[in-house]
């Protein structure tokens, strides 16, 4: 069975802090898919980033960060400097080649000045 | 490049009527899904389409929910007849490759079934 779970239904920190959104997936699959996606206030999704279940590096984007590691089944979002226009829900997905997005609950995160 | 259209933003109707939403993908995207979005959980996918010929619909409760995708271009998702527990954001997305493109989604279609 493929699951996505978001154990942090909601972070509230102040403008520049450092923050990390956890994601914990399972699949027996070898060859997978790792997404995240932002939802904002205007409900259209964004997506982020998307990482193959071969490529384990970390990768930086900006203040984004995502930490991806097979042993834990985890692949982490961290935001750098966090700012109010990062306030959203951020939606951690799964997918299976040619298989269906399967996505978490997320996390909804507000960054307050 | 245009985006995700999807319409009407916003419905309300009450329980048993019908309605039907329309979503309009990225020019050249041949794979199309439907995403159901009850309030606070994450999306969760009703249909795909791959051209106008459905991948997967699993999940899709066709008593009532149907959904085409004419010419390969745009979709209509109806419901018939709503119940209240379909009240939710109807997100449409579409991407380029069918198994390893990122979704692109439009802004959703949000009904209130009362």
């Known amino acids: 069975a493929q699951k996505v779970t978001q154990a942090q239904t909601e972070i509230s920190v102040v403008e520049k802090e450092d923050v990390t959104l956890d994601c914990v997936y399972e699949?027996?699959?070898?060859?997978?898919?790792l997404f995240w996606y932002k939802q904002p206030p205007s409900g259209e999704l964004v997506f982020l980033i998307r990482?193959?279940?071969?490529?384990?590096q970390n990768e930086i984007s900006g203040r984004y960060s995502w930490n991806f590691q097979k042993s834990t089944s985890s692949f982490n979002f961290t935001i750098t400097a966090s700012q109010v226009v990062d306030s959203a829900v951020y939606f951690c997905?799964?997918?299976?080649?040619?298989?269906?997005?399967?996505f978490g609950s997320g996390t909804r995160l507000l960054v307050r000045p | 490049e245009a985006g995700v259209a999807q319409s009407p933003r916003y419905k309300i109707i009450e329980k048993r009527q019908s309605v039907a939403f329309w979503c309009n993908p990225i020019?050249?995207?041949?794979?199309l899904y439907w995403y159901q979005q009850i309030l606070g959980q994450g999306p969760k996918l009703l249909i795909q389409?791959?051209?106008?010929?459905?991948?997967?619909d699993s999940q899709l409760p066709k008593d009532r929910f149907s959904a085409e995708r004419l010419k390969g271009v745009d979709s209509t998702l109806k419901i018939q007849p709503a119940k209240l527990e379909d009240s939710a954001v109807y997100l449409c997305?579409?991407?380029?490759?069918?198994?390893?493109?990122?979704?692109?989604f439009g802004e959703g279609s949000r009904l209130t079934v009362l």
């Open positions: 997905a799964l997918r299976r080649s040619s298989y269906k997005l399967i």
């Open positions: 020019s050249g995207h041949a794979t």
């Open positions: 699949t027996r699959d070898t060859t997978y898919y």
């Open positions: 997305a579409s991407s380029l490759l069918a198994n390893t493109g990122e979704l692109f």
């Open positions: 990482r193959n279940s071969f490529d384990e």
């Open positions: 389409f791959q051209n106008n010929g459905v991948v997967d």
